[in-house]
């Protein structure tokens, strides 16, 4: 399974980027994606996931993210998105896309939870 993250850069506080995660086809529909980061000297932490279409299809958020953040997905691209609005200095990390085919009816938060990830794409936010 192959990941590919896109879309960092730098932003303005207020402002909004979206990331892109490129799935590979065979695996879009039938694993869960999340979308993780890790700031300067921090661990990595949970932003956002979305279980399988097999298995709903629901999705969670980091309670930090929660109002700002939304995370979607293109079947028709085998694209995963991460639109985050409202950014502030304190979401400036590198942000990885990852899947894991593991079925569960509960959102994964833990990195260990994931079995495949797409090298990082950095967000700056900053004036």
């Known amino acids: 399974v192959q990941l590919q993250a896109s879309g960092g850069g730098l932003v303005q506080p207020g402002g909004s980027l979206r990331l892109s995660c490129a799935v590979s086809k065979r695996a879009f529909n039938t694993y869960a994606t999340a979308w993780f980061r890790q700031a300067p000297g921090k661990e990595k932490s949970f932003v956002a996931a979305q279980n399988s279409v097999w298995r709903g299809g629901n999705i969670g958020y980091a309670d930090s993210v929660k109002g700002r953040f939304t995370i979607s997905r293109d079947s028709t691209k085998n694209t995963v998105y991460l639109q985050m609005n409202m950014l502030r200095p304190e979401d400036t990390a590198v942000y990885y896309c990852?899947?894991?085919?593991?079925?569960?009816?509960?959102?994964?938060?833990?990195?260990?939870?994931?079995?495949?990830w797409g090298p990082g794409t950095l967000v700056t936010v900053s004036s």
């Open positions: 990852a899947a894991t085919p593991r079925t569960s009816s509960s959102i994964r938060e833990r990195d260990v939870d994931y079995d495949y």
